[in-house]
């Protein structure tokens, strides 16, 4: 039997969640216990390597968090905004720490999930990955430094399956740029502009939103003003990033008191 850290993933079926399996059946640093999807999906009762089409990874997909939270140290959760808040409650009582990667919530569902993080370490980052936090500093810096001569717009694309918009990376930015402005985004956000909008407002700080193909996530966050524009970009080219990420965040959390974290708190930025 090992002590390194056991690790359970949620919607073990789904983008994220094979690339998480694989990820960390392939790390030194801890073990894969669980693999968690939902009641009635077809891989329930099957190991998770084979149904991914490989070798057996000795882990059977379930539908019973509490059996497979219990056992564990973390759970890396990247499903749907109301399995993540069902989640919470659970990975609380097995005070597993709680690294959750979904995003599309809502205001009301984000303080649904602050009573479990009294009793367990919560993090969640609308993107995971080391450049996109990165660039999420970058983009408060610049915002700063500008004033509203420079309009502030966030363009994203992502694959034809994603079911948020604007992404939760998007929305990630678009908090850092208001920060850096010293305003609210909710006070200053366009998003979804379509027909006579009229013109754009002065401070306003506008998402515009690509779905095509299997982009795996592109991020611009343009500053345009008359004669100039600057553009910090991130492109992933690989859902791995974001894998490693929430892997970094698994371990992190083992030393950490309950309570909510971000990226910024796991990568120290
Ligand atoms: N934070 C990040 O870095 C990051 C990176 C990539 C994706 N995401 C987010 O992660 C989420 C998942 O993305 P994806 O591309 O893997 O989607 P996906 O649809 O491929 O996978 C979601 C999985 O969750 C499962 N699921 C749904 N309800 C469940 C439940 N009640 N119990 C257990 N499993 C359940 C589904 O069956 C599916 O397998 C999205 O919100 C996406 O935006 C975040
Ligand atoms: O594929 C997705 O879905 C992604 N979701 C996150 C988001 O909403 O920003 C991160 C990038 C990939």
Redesign the pocket.
Known sequence: MTDLPKIVV??A?????QMLCQTISQSNACTLVGA???AG?DWIGLDIGVAMGGADMGVIVSDDALAAFAQAQAVID???PE?TIEFAAIAAQARAVHVI????FTDEQIERLEPASRHSVQVR?????LGVNLLTKLTQMVAKALDEDFDIEVIEAHHH??V?APS?TALMLGEAAAAGRGVALSDVRDAGRDGMTGARKRGDIGFAVVRGGDIVGEHDVMFAAAGERIVLRHMATD?VI?AR?ALKAALWGQSRGPGQYDMFDVLGL
């Open positions: 949620t919607g079926s789904g983008r994220m969640g968690i999807e939902r999906h990247f499903t749907v399995a990667g979904t995003t599309g980052a609308g993107n995971m990955s399956h994603k948020d939760g859902r974001f990420g």
